[in-house]
């Protein structure tokens, strides 16, 4: 199993809206330079998660983005799922036509591999991955004198 790029980078923005989520409305280029995301493809990225309901967006002088929940009630599988759709590790988990499914045992195996996947993704909020976020910023703190 792979993550996409828009998964992988749509997570690495969205973590860096949620740091910035009490400051309100955040500039889009503020984010991608502290993330290293090209700008252009972050745009098309925040326009999936503007449209399916992650992301709100204001414009004028004190416009940006922002999340449109508290950090804590959107998780890591809300981010996959409004990225790409719902989740499944194999198509044949969403195809309930298949003629196999009622002897295919490796069926079986990976539900329970895509339960135990979704469950940890459900598990996990985009405020946890800010709180991770800033104490690995804290850590890697250096004092020159």
């Given at each position: 199993?792979?993550?996409?790029?828009?998964?992988?980078?749509?997570?690495?923005l969205?973590?860096?809206?949620?740091?910035?989520?009490?400051?309100?409305?955040?500039?889009?280029n503020?984010?991608?330079?502290?993330?290293?995301?090209?700008?252009?493809?972050?745009?098309?990225?925040?326009?999936?998660?503007?449209?399916?309901?992650?992301?709100?967006?204001?414009?004028?002088?004190?416009?940006?983005?922002?999340?449109?929940?508290?950090p804590?009630?959107?998780?890591?599988?809300?981010?996959?799922?409004?990225?790409?759709?719902?989740?499944?590790?194999?198509?044949?988990?969403?195809?309930?036509?298949?003629?196999?499914?009622?002897?295919?045992?490796?069926?079986?195996?990976?539900?329970?591999?895509?339960?135990?996947?979704?469950?940890?993704?459900?598990?996990?909020?985009?405020?946890?991955?800010?709180?991770?976020?800033?104490?690995?910023?804290?850590?890697?703190?250096?004092?020159?004198?």
């Amino acid at each position: 199993m792979k993550l996409s790029t828009r998964i992988r980078y749509g997570l690495r923005l969205l973590v860096g809206f949620a740091v910035r989520y009490k400051e309100g409305f955040v500039q889009l280029n503020e984010v991608t330079r502290v993330e290293g995301i090209s700008e252009k493809y972050s745009e098309q990225i925040v326009r999936i998660l503007r449209t399916t309901g992650i992301l709100v967006s204001h414009r004028g002088a004190q416009g940006g983005y922002r999340l449109a929940y508290p950090p804590d009630k959107i998780t890591v599988l809300d981010v996959i799922e409004a990225l790409e759709g719902k989740f499944y590790i194999t198509g044949c988990l969403k195809e309930s036509n298949c003629k196999r499914i009622s002897n295919c045992v490796a069926r079986d195996v990976w539900k329970k591999l895509q339960d135990a996947i979704v469950s940890t993704l459900n598990s996990i909020t985009l405020a946890d991955l800010a709180k991770d976020y800033r104490e690995k910023r804290a850590s890697n703190i250096t004092y020159e004198i």
